[in-house]
T-cell receptor, first 112, second 115 residues
Framework: DQQVKQNSPSLSVQEGRISILNCDYT??????FLWYKKYPAEGPTFLIS?????DKNEDGRFTVFLNKSAKHLSLHIVPSQPGDSAVYFC???????????FGTGTRLTIIP | DVKVTQSSRYLVKRTGEKVFLECVQD?????MFWYRQDPGLGLRLIYF???????EKGDIPEGYSVSREKKERFSLILESASTNQTSMYLC??????????????FGPGTRLTVT
């Protein structure tokens, strides 16, 4: 049972435009959400996170939005740059849990 | 700067071999994790450890075991490697408890091929 879903396996965006990556979850006990970025042959690196008590968190070009009623979060990258081409994973933490549950990933390609 | 290192970047083993994947972190983290990454399946948790000699099964522990004899080192063992264990293996660590962003720090990964 996939508790964290990224329904788009891939996404292509023109350089300079906005990239929007989506993530849906089913477990209402998730209280913290993270986005990771992964280049080929490297480990994932942390990008940005959001607590369930917030609906938006911003860090430079990256903004994460959380809609708890819809159990949906999204990552916005503005403007998109070629170096943003990577696989993006969303992850969620259950209350009191030390583990993270990861989504299946979305491969983002930025077209110059 | 947190550093998580993994003993090999690439490994080729034969079916039936015993395989050891080693992970070392230098930030005195209590929690350590082993994941595998497969296309279309994302990162799936194999085992994690929240202290020395402590371990818990993750979502896909079958065919694997782990060892944590020292706080900084967490080993993943494939008792008898099979072709369906060909994958990218990722180790991660973080402090225990509700602090910060719950970020886990990942090593560079080991690409294991079982032939």
């Amino acid at each position: 049972d996939q508790q964290v879903k990224q329904n788009s396996p891939s996404l292509s965006v023109q350089e300079g435009r906005i990239s929007i990556l989506n993530c849906d979850y089913t477990n209402s006990m998730f209280d913290y959400f993270l986005w990771y970025k992964k280049y080929p042959a490297e480990g994932p690196t942390f990008l940005i996170s959001i607590s369930s008590i917030k609906d938006k968190n911003e860090d430079g070009r990256f903004t994460v939005f959380l809609n708890k009623s819809a159990k949906h979060l999204s990552l916005h990258i503005v403007p998109s740059q070629p170096g943003d081409s990577a696989v993006y994973f969303c992850a969620a933490r259950g209350f009191g849990n030390e583990k993270l549950t990861f989504g299946t990933g979305t491969r983002l390609t930025i077209i110059p | 700067d947190v550093k998580v290192t993994q003993s090999s970047r690439y490994l080729v083993k034969r079916t039936g071999e015993k395989v050891f994947l080693e992970c070392v972190q230098d930030m005195d983290h209590e929690n350590m994790f082993w994941y595998r990454q497969d296309p279309g399946l994302g990162l799936r948790l194999i085992y994690f450890s929240y202290d020395v000699k402590m371990k818990e099964k993750g979502d896909i522990p079958e065919g694997y075991s782990v060892s944590r004899e020292k706080k900084e080192r967490f080993s993943l063992i494939l008792e008898s490697a099979s072709t369906n264990q060909t994958s990218m293996y990722l180790c991660a660590s973080r402090n225990r408890g509700p602090r910060g962003t719950y970020e886990q720090y990942f090593g560079p990964g080991t690409r294991l091929t079982v032939t």
